[in-house]
């Protein structure tokens, strides 16, 4: 992690050279919006702003002392190490000033800033998030000559921690990408089924499915950006579907979806009837699994046309079970009925082959291939795509299948 921050400073004066263009730009829109707002509003808007902060300074007043405890600490370790500023070469001199002109600072110790972490998977078992800052918070400080302010920096610095790879970098938007004005109750994070949505291959005029629904969220990614197409949600909550209806009506997308409250094992959809489905497995967390996943994925099997896909957000847990089950698994024939013929393991053509996207970074392939080579193909279901994902504290798998074959042929 510190090599991250040591071994590569021109990607760092890169990226706050495009946080100070961001900040100019935001100015910008806040002034044009100020000057043209109602002097009135303007006015109430303001006595909530002061209440605000006068109640934020009261939860401020009560974590400084521990605030103030942890910068200490991080700058007392930071001088420990030596060789702050005073013995660095003449190239570390230059790329100083480089960085004081990209923040617009008179000096560079002018800028403040915070780290926040985020582990995920096994390694947050042993290393705490707390732990890591400290390491990226003590590299920058020694790297750059910045200085750690808990309550009121400059600039965050965001880091994620996971088994497979770790990103250090400066969030360059103030509010979250996962923030949606158009969903009134969030479900599953807007951006993984905004992910899931992208990799269906979604056209206009198909048919789409998420037989799992819950509150709707996937289908309210896909239903904004990919509009002219038919969408059906199924849940067997009642609750999860209020929810679900409360959020197309608050995304004005009523119309555009269609709500049924059946089983995921029991769709009352004629076979290969569906072009896409996508859907979020439920981990078990806070909804369990009534049906085994295989029967799960037999069902939507049946009402897949050929050549349709299938994007799947998976637990570790059920990667584990499909793995284990899928090279043994009975397709459907066309009625929906079990066949005597063993699972295919027919692939795609190559010219299906051939459009597969490949992943940037040579590290995330290399993991995503292996998730791939270990998941044999379900029925006529063939893996294609496979991408790990952070859900916050747990890691998860993105599953993409086509169905290559009808059952039974």
């Not at 890591?132 to 590299?139: E, F, N, T």
């Not at 849940?235 to 555009?256: F, I, P, R, T």
Request: with cysteine.
């Amino acid at each position: 992690m510190q090599r991250l921050t040591n071994d590569d400073p021109e990607s760092w004066l890169n990226a706050i050279s495009i946080w100070k263009n961001l900040l100019e730009l935001n100015a910008k829109k806040v002034k044009l919006s100020q000057k043209n707002a109602n002097p009135l509003k303007r006015k109430v808007g303001e006595n909530d702003i002061i209440a605000k902060k006068l109640k934020t300074a009261e939860m401020q007043e009560i974590q400084e002392k521990k605030e103030c405890q942890v910068e200490k600490q991080i700058e007392e370790e930071t001088l420990e190490q030596g060789n702050f500023t005073t013995k660095r070469d003449k190239s570390q001199e230059e790329l100083q000033n480089d960085v004081a002109e990209a923040v617009d600072t008179h000096n560079q110790n002018d800028l403040t800033f915070r780290v926040s972490c985020r582990c995920s998977g096994a390694i947050a078992k042993t290393f705490t998030a707390q732990e890591a800052g400290r390491v990226i918070g003590i590299a920058l400080m020694k790297q750059f000559g910045w200085k750690a302010d808990l309550r009121n920096p400059n600039v965050e610095i965001f880091i994620h921690l996971s088994d497979i790879y770790c990103v250090v970098g400066i969030p360059v938007f103030r509010v979250p990408l996962a923030s949606r004005a158009y969903i009134k109750t969030a479900g599953l994070r807007s951006t993984i089924a905004w992910a899931m949505a992208s990799l269906a291959e979604i056209k206009a005029g198909a048919v789409v499915l998420d037989p799992m629904c819950g509150l709707g969220t996937i289908l309210l990614e896909a239903a904004k950006e990919w509009p002219d197409v038919y969408y059906v949600g199924a849940d067997v909550s009642d609750s999860q579907l209020l929810g679900a209806c409360d959020n197309l009506k608050a995304a004005g997308l009523k119309d555009k979806i269609e709500l049924l409250k059946v089983s995921v094992i029991e769709l009352p959809l004629p076979s290969e009837s569906v072009d896409t489905i996508i859907s979020d497995i439920p981990f078990g967390k806070k909804f369990k699994l009534g049906k085994d996943i295989k029967h799960i994925i037999q069902e939507m099997e049946r009402v897949l046309r050929v050549g349709g896909t299938i994007v799947l957000l998976l637990s570790e847990d059920h990667h584990r079970r499909l793995k284990g089950c899928e090279e043994s698994s009975v397709p459907l024939n066309s009625k929906g009925s079990r066949t005597d013929k063993p699972g295919s393991t027919e692939l795609l053509n190559p010219e299906e082959k051939a459009a597969i996207s490949q992943p940037a970074s040579s590290s995330f392939a290399a993991s995503n291939q292996e998730c791939l080579d270990g998941m044999p193909p379900f029925g006529s279901l063939v893996p294609v795509e496979c991408y790990r994902v952070s859900l916050g504290k747990t890691d998860a798998l993105i599953y993409k299948y086509k169905k290559s074959h009808s059952p039974g042929q």
